[in-house]
């Protein structure tokens, strides 16, 4: 294109930016920008400043930038149909360039730096690894199932409010002895997730056909003799990613929120196995990420005022208000740990490839797992036994050989605490007999957010490629999420998204080599932790520990609560000692048997007491 060269602003970041264009449409940018008439107009593979400019040029009017922001777009554009990506709009084009000088480029620069400076590939493998072998290995589960303690004297409390807080030990218990039918537990909980859903926005969609059908057939087993374990005739949620036919499966996406997939996910399958009952399909924020839906933004029980954080947003509201006795939600990056956290609840993200994901939408293959939200470590390891297993067509899972977490001598373990530990934890452990020290985990590798998000961000695009190309994600809830993000990734090299991989191998060995305990303690919600934490595969439990006043209240009798946990870390393929440790510590503490007060806010409450309907946001985010 023959005419002036427009300059190409560089802004200041928080690192050396502006390279990506530079150094991946290097070219294409000089052929098509470039003009004899300015000889200073050419592409410095060392960038500028922010106050220089490329290409050199006067002070311009508004109406001359006008023309620059076109005449840039121009230039971008032929780089970006090298990329088979002219599909993106003038706008979008400039603010990708933006975003990837400011983010892309550091994180591509902090992996080059770990892994890239020798030649010949002789260290730092990809952690991705492939495998040739066409057999798959064998599914049958021959692992050694867990041994439940047993529960006896449990009466059917007249209060239907008890029986929605009643632990599965003790609702099985109910039904065994004939004090209550799954059919009537159905009922209750079917009742609450009707009443409290207008207020908390946790439900997408009740399955009340089908959870009768189940009850129903779980009631008539137990009549015949059979008793399929703990799990039989428990009510329970799914969150609404994870695919059950006849149903609608909405990834709680305005685009997809009338898809029907003719798809039992495996995770499903397990648990209609073990005799639970599916009574409802739970809010996920849409395509996984956060807590805004296509049906509004799901509400903290604790503090109805804010909102749940991560998208396991309807597991982690639902089992906190009691409306199901245990919910299965996803992580790929904190949407197991930063809800449960918030809502209060018992929850575990397991080791990567404990739980099989056939049939669940899929945002990341080497991130995303599956995990139980619970009303105890009790109830965490009684679903976490159910679902765990190898699954035929997930490649990733496998048959993980867990000890009994019931049988775990915890008086024979090291247990390490970082500096945010809760110290209630590391003090309650300590006087059960534990060996409690001071830990750190140390390593390298500056740059674990920035090699998460490379991850996740390619993996969900290639799975949404088709979404971004047809303008789809233009309807998406939260514009400033999955479209902004996904938009940089389209120009991520993919050389340095090999580079993030190999940076991720030298991490998981970094923190192998660093940790020198059987488990640590530490904050559940700290990001970097989040980060490292689902790069490397490792298993935590996040642990209520108490509650504090929240912020501003209503007044100084509000019973509105902020929650307060921490999570309690093992190595892959331990969550046996996590969940062991986190039994224990709850053996002598009520923080986990807490009721939130959606019936009962307190006196001189600004809201509605009991509330009634949706109310106005104070607290958008915390």
Not at 100 to 123: D, Q, S, W
Not at 341 to 368: I, K, Q
Request: negative net charge.
């Amino acid at each position: 294109m023959a005419g002036r060269c427009p300059p190409i602003p560089l802004r200041p970041t928080r690192n050396v930016g502006g390279l990506l264009f530079i150094t991946l449409l290097h070219s294409t940018l000089f052929l098509f920008c470039s003009s004899s008439s300015i000889p200073d107009c050419r592409l410095s593979s060392a960038g500028a400043s922010a106050n220089s400019p490329i290409c050199a040029s006067p002070e311009l009017s508004i109406q001359d930038k006008k023309f620059k922001n076109t005449d840039d777009a121009s230039c971008l554009k032929r780089g970006f149909s090298m990329l088979d990506a002219e599909f993106f709009n003038d706008n979008k084009m400039l603010e990708t360039e933006k975003g990837a000088k400011e983010l892309n480029i550091p994180i591509i620069k902090a992996n080059r730096k770990i892994v890239a400076t020798t030649n010949g590939g002789l260290h730092y493998p990809s952690s991705l690894v492939f495998n040739s072998k066409w057999e798959h290995e064998e599914t049958q589960d021959d692992a050694k199932k867990f041994s439940y303690p047993s529960v006896s004297g449990v009466m059917k409390p007249e209060n239907e409010e008890d029986i929605a807080f009643m632990t599965i030990l003790e609702l099985g218990h109910l039904i065994r002895t004939k004090q209550v039918t799954s059919e009537e537990l159905v009922r209750v909980f079917l009742k609450r997730l009707k009443r409290y859903n207008p207020v908390l926005e946790a439900v997408v969609t009740i399955t009340e056909d089908l959870a009768y059908k189940q009850a129903k057939e779980a009631d008539e087993l137990l009549a015949q003799g059979i008793d399929l374990g703990p799990l039989h005739g428990i009510p329970y949620g799914l969150k609404d990613i994870i695919s059950v036919p006849e149903y609608k499966t909405t990834w709680g996406s305005t685009t997809f929120k009338n898809q029907v997939l003719d798809i039992e996910a495996w995770v499903y399958k397990r648990l209609k196995a073990a005799g639970a009952v599916l009574v409802g399909k739970l809010v996920t924020g849409s395509l996984a990420y956060d807590d805004i839906w296509f049906g509004g933004r799901t509400r903290n029980p604790w503090n109805i005022e804010e909102f749940t954080t991560g998208s396991s947003a309807g597991p982690a509201a639902c089992t906190a208000a009691g409306m199901v006795p245990f919910a299965i939600g996803s992580e790929t990056a904190g949407s197991i740990t930063y809800p449960a956290a918030r809502c209060g609840v018992t929850a575990l993200r397991p080791t990567f490839g404990a739980v099989g994901r056939t049939g669940v939408m899929s945002v990341s293959e080497s991130l995303d797992k599956l995990g139980p939200f619970c009303r105890s470590a009790v109830d965490c390891a009684i679903v976490l036994d159910a679902i765990r297993g190898k699954d035929p067509d997930d490649g990733s899972s496998r048959k993980i050989f867990l000890d009994d977490p019931f049988s775990v001598d915890i008086t024979k373990l090291t247990v390490g605490y970082l500096e945010d530990a809760e110290m209630e934890v590391v003090d309650v452990l300590k006087s059960k007999g534990v060996k409690m020290v001071a830990f750190n985990l140390s390593y390298s590798v500056e740059s674990a957010q920035g090699i998460l998000n490379f991850t996740m961000d390619v993996d969900m695009l290639a799975h949404f490629d088709k979404w971004q190309r047809s303008g789809e994600d233009e309807e998406y809830e939260a514009q400033d999420q999955w479209p902004t993000e996904l938009s940089r990734t389209r120009i991520i090299p993919a050389v340095d998204y090999i580079q993030s991989q190999r940076a991720r191998g030298k991490l998981i060995g970094e923190v192998k080599e660093s940790f020198r305990v059987d488990a640590f303690v530490g904050n559940a919600t700290d990001w970097e932790k989040v980060c490292v934490g689902n790069l490397v595969g490792m298993p935590v439990m996040v642990v209520p520990v108490g509650f504090q006043k929240i912020p501003d209240p209503p007044s100084n009798d509000t019973r509105r609560r902020s929650t307060v946990t921490t999570g309690i870390y093992a190595p892959p393929d331990h969550d046996h000692i996590a969940l062991a440790l986190t039994m224990a510590y709850q053996t002598v503490t009520n923080h986990h048997k807490q009721r939130p007060p959606i019936d009962n806010l307190g006196p001189d409450d600004v809201i509605p007491n009991p509330p009634k309907a949706m109310i106005p946001p104070r607290i958008l985010k915390a």
